[in-house]
């Protein structure tokens, strides 16, 4: 059979993770927590399932849900979406941004890319019929080069895909990257697909800012987001999609065929848990710990790095341990130490090898200190 994407193999976290497995490695390579879910969740979960609370959910998600994530979204951010006509509930923030491309890209629009990037973001583009326009991001800082966006957008420029904090390389958006972006798109008919998935994620006292704290930019954004990261249950593949009213309608329109509901019991026992804070306020705190426990072990090798400022990933460069190709690094070091990493070349469509791997760190803390003594030693 021809294929629609003829450049896509399996996907890197797929292949890392079953050769971790295969090689009983330490997996610092896919992002997952190793650790479980709130007990509290599971209860909950447990109460819905068993009194009878799994059948079809609404198309646009359960009510309870959208609306406690609506409170929890004006709580944070100070920003009101309506959870009758702004809130969508997903099949993972992977499904959002699928249904976010397909409601805005026709065949020929160009889509800007800021590479590296989230493996589903080219594929989704493409197969609408879309065309990626690519802008690098430069190692070691990974900043924005806002120029360089403006000279890639012209009459066919139909959206922008952003991903703050960024996997893999950690950044965070600041208010002038918010700023930028907002003039850039000034009078011109493009929309903003956001994924920030990793909003709870932040370190060192940066603050996420959502694309919906900007009023210009809030009017054009499909903001994507995931309970899967900040509720350690990445398995449920929940994740949803707030948009302004009229961009909501279109979203809705392609996610009532692409899915057209997502997972019930889980989604009322979140409604229940959104409501308590103290599972998602620490969440920085909490990842930070487990950034430096690693990184630290990571100061005694040769690996160089700046530390990741948001997400559970930290990269670091192998220049002085490793001429080879970071992707054959990559299996090496799994079969070799038994510690499996992502290369960071699969998140551009060119494989940019700047000599980097990807290592997740949202594992107990057993692992980090096993899979980073090992690492020290490099
Ligand atoms: N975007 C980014 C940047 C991610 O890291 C992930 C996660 N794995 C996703 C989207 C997909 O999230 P989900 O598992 O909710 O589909
Ligand atoms: N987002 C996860 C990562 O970057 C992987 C999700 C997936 O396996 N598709 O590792």
Not at 269 to 292: V, W
């Amino acid at each position: 059979l021809p294929s629609k994407l003829p450049y896509a193999g399996t996907t890197i976290f797929t292949v890392m993770s079953k050769l971790a497995t295969d090689e009983g490695a330490y997996n610092l390579s896919q992002g997952f927590p190793s650790f479980d879910c709130s007990p509290k969740l599971s209860e909950l979960v447990s109460h819905y399932v068993k009194n009878g609370y799994n059948q079809y959910a609404p198309m646009s998600g359960v009510p309870a849900f959208r609306e406690s994530l609506a409170e929890k979204t004006s709580l944070i951010y100070g920003v009101n979406y309506d959870p009758e006509t702004e809130v969508t509930i997903t099949s993972g923030a992977t499904e959002a941004l699928f249904c976010a491309v397909t409601a805005v890209v026709y065949p020929g629009d160009e889509v800007i890319v800021l590479e590296p990037a989230y493996d589903s973001y080219v594929p989704a583009i493409d197969l609408n019929g879309g065309v990626p326009i690519f802008v690098t991001l430069d190692a070691p800082d990974f900043k924005i080069d806002w120029e360089a966006v403006k000279e890639k957008i012209t009459d066919k420029t139909k959206a922008i895909m952003i991903n703050t904090p960024h996997n893999p390389v950690g950044t965070v958006f600041s208010k002038a990257d918010l700023d930028a972006l907002a003039n850039l798109i000034q009078n011109r008919d493009i929309y903003i697909i956001s994924d920030e998935v990793y909003e709870h994620i932040v370190f060192d006292g940066e603050i996420h800012h959502s694309m919906m704290t900007h009023p210009q930019l809030q009017e054009r954004t499909f903001v994507c987001g995931s309970v899967g990261k900040t509720y350690h249950t990445t398995g449920w593949k929940i994740g949803y999609c707030l948009a302004p009213k009229a961009l909501t309608e279109e979203f809705r329109r392609i996610h009532q065929y692409i899915t057209f509901s997502t997972v019930t019991p889980m989604q009322y026992a979140l409604a229940d848990f959104l409501k308590l804070p103290e599972h998602y306020l620490n969440l920085g705190e909490f990842y930070q710990k487990k950034r430096d426990r690693f990184n630290d072990a990571l100061k005694a090798s040769r690996f160089t790095f700046n530390p990741s400022k948001g997400s559970f990933f930290q990269i670091a460069s192998f220049r002085n341990i490793s001429e080879e190709y970071d992707y054959d690094l990559a299996v090496r070091l799994t079969k070799e130490i038994k510690v499996a990493s992502v290369p960071v070349s699969v998140f551009y469509k060119e494989k940019k090898d700047d000599k980097l791997l990807r290592f997740c760190f949202a594992k107990d803390d057993e692992i980090l200190d096993k899979a980073g003594e090992i690492l020290s030693k490099l």
